[in-house]
């Protein structure tokens, strides 16, 4: 079956621009979790999604990154006024309540 | 704790010999756990998994050991092939007000030598 898709898979973008990264996680999944990941290092958490809503949004680095999940489907990462510090994969995972969560590909966000 | 931009430890181990990748975990109310493996390029992928009522479980060519005294994790890896080369994470799940968190540990570079 279909598995967690992310796009674009590749975003250059200047800095000051808002960039929008798209995740469409596996059908039926509740559970919904953005990550980002500088070159060479390890998973930062961002933040999770349980159905529509986000019970933790701990990790958001600023207030220039949002994110919502409509339909309890498809999820948007929003970063406004993006610097250079913000380049890095941007992972996208879902999971049912309490299972698996398998990740996308990634976005990779290069701020120029 | 979360796993904020810390520079990954690497593993070198010689092919056909069996790595031993160790992860120490942060939540003692944790009760699943799974390692995943991420190629260059590519998002992380399922492994193999554990609950806490556990403390062993066995794949193909793979081990997972569950030490909850000293919320300590492992991963064996048997007759380590050149294929096997990846970054490793560890993952642990728990509850907090009624959902479920994923926590990932600092991840560790699996470098086989032929």
């Known amino acids: 079956g279909a598995g967690v898709s992310q796009s674009p898979s590749n975003k250059v973008t200047e800095k000051g621009k808002d960039v929008e990264l798209r995740c469409d996680p596996i059908s039926g999944h509740t559970a919904l979790y953005w990550y980002r990941q500088s070159l060479g290092q390890g998973l930062e958490f961002l933040i999770y999604f349980q159905g529509n809503s986000a019970p933790d949004k701990s990790g958001l680095p600023s207030d220039r990154f949002s994110a919502e999940r409509t339909g309890g489907s498809v999820s948007t990462l929003t970063i406004q006024r993006t610097q250079q510090e913000d380049s890095a994969v941007y992972l996208c995972?879902?999971?049912?309540?309490?299972?698996?969560?398998?990740f996308g590909p990634g976005t990779r966000l290069t701020v120029l | 704790g979360e796993s904020v931009g810390l520079h990954l430890p690497t593993l070198s181990v010689q092919e056909g010999d069996n790595s031993i990748i160790n992860c120490a975990y942060s939540?003692?109310?944790?009760?699943?756990f799974i390692w995943y493996k991420q190629e260059s390029g590519k998002g992380p992928q399922f492994i193999i998994d554990i609950r806490s009522n556990m403390d062993k479980r066995q794949g193909q060519r793979v081990t997972v050991l569950l030490n909850k005294t000293v919320k300590h994790l492992s991963l064996q890896i048997a007759a380590t092939q050149p294929g096997d080369s990846a970054v490793y994470f560890c993952a642990e799940n728990f509850s907090v007000r009624g959902t479920y968190k994923y926590i990932f540990g600092t991840g560790t570079r699996l470098k086989v030598l032929a």
């Open positions: 939540n003692s109310a944790s009760d699943y």
């Open positions: 995972a879902s999971s049912l309540l309490a299972g698996v969560a398998y």
